[in-house]
């Protein structure tokens, strides 16, 4: 839409305007108007904005980029993604008065279904993985993903079964690499990868994404790459 178009569309019953943003090269909604666009059209309406970031950690300045620097009222990360934390946990930051009415659904108030509760451990456990994050040096991680993608497209360089190339950035346009197998062998397929990673006594779960499969390091520990390298190697080793 267009900076007009999105203007018309508020009418006294506008209470939020929730903004998906991505990152350089990442998915964007066809059409859509950029942020800061969005962010100034809808001051003027004081409608506030509430940016869904879930999956735009890396780069750690996204904590306080959307809001601090863009000047959205609220943004929310999953913390199951990229900080590694329980499944159905989130953070919310921004505007104090706009999370007091986040708050106002929380205990004692909420009532059928006791809605967006979570565990005492899960909020431990997003507590530390927020903390983690935060003080973990985002060089070194960015450097890991690049280290497991290289170390893919160097072990399998030669291989007459599959190989690997880098492809950046991923699928969420976080500013990563995925490493992207190139089936080289007629004896397999995508399918038959797939399945043989599910198989294995650790199974990996791949999804068959436009008919490839990708290894994303983004989640994954040095200790569980060597479980997926050894099935790769494992899988090579199988179809000499
Ligand atoms: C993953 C994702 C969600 C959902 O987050 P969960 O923590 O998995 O519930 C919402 N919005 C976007 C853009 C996402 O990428």
């Not at 059209?41 to 890396?58: E, G, N, W, Y």
């Amino acid at each position: 839409v267009d900076e007009e178009t999105f203007e018309q569309a508020f009418t006294e019953n506008t209470c939020a305007v929730f903004y998906l943003p991505s990152s350089e090269g990442g998915w964007v909604a066809p059409g859509a108007l950029d942020l800061k666009t969005t962010i100034q059209v809808s001051k003027k309406h004081h409608v506030p904005v509430i940016v869904d970031a879930a999956a735009q950690l890396p780069p750690k300045s996204n904590l306080w980029h959307f809001t601090k620097e863009l000047g959205a009222d609220a943004v929310v990360f999953s913390g199951g993604k990229y900080l590694k934390g329980p499944q159905s946990t989130g953070v919310i930051l921004g505007k104090k008065d706009l999370l007091d009415w986040v708050s106002r659904h929380n205990f004692p108030n909420y009532d059928i279904g006791r809605m967006h509760k979570i565990s005492r451990e899960e909020l431990v456990g997003i507590y530390n993985a927020v903390k983690e994050y935060v003080l973990s040096d985002e060089e070194e991680e960015g450097n890991q993903a690049t280290w497991i993608v290289n170390d893919l497209i160097q072990e399998f360089d030669k291989s007459n079964c599959f190989t690997f190339e880098s492809s950046y950035p991923n699928e969420a346009g976080q500013p990563m690499p995925r490493a992207k197998m190139i089936i080289q062998s007629s004896k397999i397929n995508v399918e038959l990868v797939r399945d043989y990673l599910l198989s294995k006594e650790n199974p990996i779960y791949t999804k068959i994404d436009n008919g490839y499969i990708y290894i994303n390091p983004m989640m994954l520990s040095l200790e569980e790459y060597k479980i997926v390298k050894a099935s790769l190697l494992e899988l090579q080793e199988e179809l000499k």
